[in-house]
């Protein structure tokens, strides 16, 4: 099994930054893609941005030129730092991996996707 845990959020006033952090541990896995999505209330889950493996990053319109996602292979660990943030980037930021993971039974690998709790992003004067 694996576990994402995200830490790194809280409350910010508008303008300000945040870095979060999300690690993946567990046994017997290789992560592919990572990425952060959030969730406002009222509102559906959206995606934040996205890095492969190699470092390809992608971003929502709505965070270009503010925000910016990296990773840490060596410590399965992906990061976002977020700068200059509003009002409306608060939410409560998930983490996503798609890996693939190796039965302890078979031996076999396969594909499979985790989330993490989410933390919690808040924006406000």
């Known amino acids: 099994q694996v576990q994402l845990v995200e830490s790194g959020g809280g409350l910010v006033q508008p303008g300000g930054s945040l870095r979060l952090s999300c690690a993946a541990s567990?046994?017997?896995?290789?992560?592919?893609?990572m990425g952060w999505y959030r969730q406002a209330p009222g509102k559906e889950r959206e995606l934040v941005a996205t890095?492969?493996?190699?470092?390809?990053?992608n971003y929502a319109d709505s965070v270009k030129g503010r925000f910016t996602i990296s990773r840490d292979n060596a410590k399965n660990t992906m990061y976002l730092q977020m700068n200059s943030l509003k009002p409306e980037d608060t939410a409560v930021y998930y983490c996503?991996?798609?890996?693939?993971?190796?039965?302890?039974?078979?031996?076999?690998?396969?594909?499979?996707?985790?989330w993490g709790q989410g933390t919690q992003v808040t924006v406000s004067s």
């Open positions: 996503h991996a798609d890996l693939v993971r190796r039965s302890s039974r078979s031996g076999d690998w396969s594909r499979d996707y985790y």
């Open positions: 890095i492969t493996k190699s470092g390809t990053t």
């Open positions: 567990g046994s017997m896995f290789s992560i592919n893609a």
